[in-house]
């Protein structure tokens, strides 16, 4: 691995209306790393990938990735610098097909202008060829060929989950961002897709950094965890180390009276 990150969030913060919702926050995430960002609801996870993908403009801090400063970029500009990322509620266009939901996932490799797709230019016809190959082959990886005229709407939650991996993967990014991935899997799954975050980092060379409230998914793929409550960072390491962590336990547990600690 590199011995610089990949990516880097250094004493970030930012507010609404008063209340901090990340404070002071820093991270680092090497290449080729499977990184979990965990906490209780409301610890500030999702607004962090929000300043990553350029939703939300920080307060104050620094984001670099691959040690270029991020903040200068616009949230249409992240995809093209290699960061892709799902959402806790699928951002999907229901009513278009996977197909054509894995052909917008690549809308920044389209280079051709009006006139080379008027004229079938052959520049702009390899560029349409190229692009419609790869929605293909991720089709096949994800087992979604045969439902690839179909509109999305039409296919189970499950499968919903694997569109929405697929269009990330299709921009070949080299950070994916997950959020909640294993929200509303059922188990059979939930084993799916961890094995499936796995091949991402081991087979395409993606580094993986996921917020997910399934706690078993993450001690079994992450390589480290961050820890965040009440928008602050409150602990760091292996998945060994978090588990037997007292601040942790007692954010997600509470504080407890020392008899039921001891129980």
């Not at 040690?67 to 999907?92: K, W, Y």
Request: glycine share 10%; with cysteine.
């Amino acid at each position: 691995m590199s011995s610089r990150p990949l990516l880097e969030i250094e004493n970030m913060s930012i507010a609404f209306g008063g209340l901090k919702a990340v404070d002071n926050f820093s991270l680092g995430v090497n290449p080729g790393a499977i990184v979990g960002l965990i906490g209780p609801n409301g610890a500030g996870k999702t607004t962090v990938f929000n300043c990553i993908a350029r939703y939300y403009q920080p307060a104050s801090g620094a984001i670099r990735f691959d040690g270029v400063d991020l903040l200068s970029a616009r949230p249409h500009q992240v995809l093209p610098r290699g960061i892709a990322r799902t959402f806790q509620n699928m951002e999907l266009f229901r009513s278009m097909t996977v197909q054509d939901n894995l052909l917008v996932g690549q809308h920044c490799e389209i280079r051709s202008g009006f006139w080379g797709a008027a004229l079938s230019l052959a520049g702009s016809r390899r560029n349409e060829s190229e692009v419609r190959r790869r929605a293909v082959a991720v089709m096949e990886r994800f087992g979604l060929m045969s439902f690839a005229h179909a509109p999305v709407s039409s296919l189970p939650y499950g499968l919903q989950k694997m569109v929405e991996f697929g269009r990330a993967l299709v921009s070949k990014p080299r950070l994916i961002l997950l959020d909640e991935p294993a929200a509303g899997l059922n188990p059979s799954e939930t084993k799916e897709l961890t094995d499936l975050i796995r091949r991402l980092r081991d087979e395409d060379g993606i580094t993986v950094m996921l917020v997910e409230h399934d706690m078993g998914l993450v001690r079994s793929i992450c390589d480290e965890i961050y820890v965040m409550d009440f928008g602050r960072r409150i602990a760091h390491g292996t998945p060994d180390e978090i588990s037997r962590n007292p601040l942790v336990i007692e954010a997600y547990l509470g504080k407890q009276e020392p008899e039921h600690a001891a129980a």
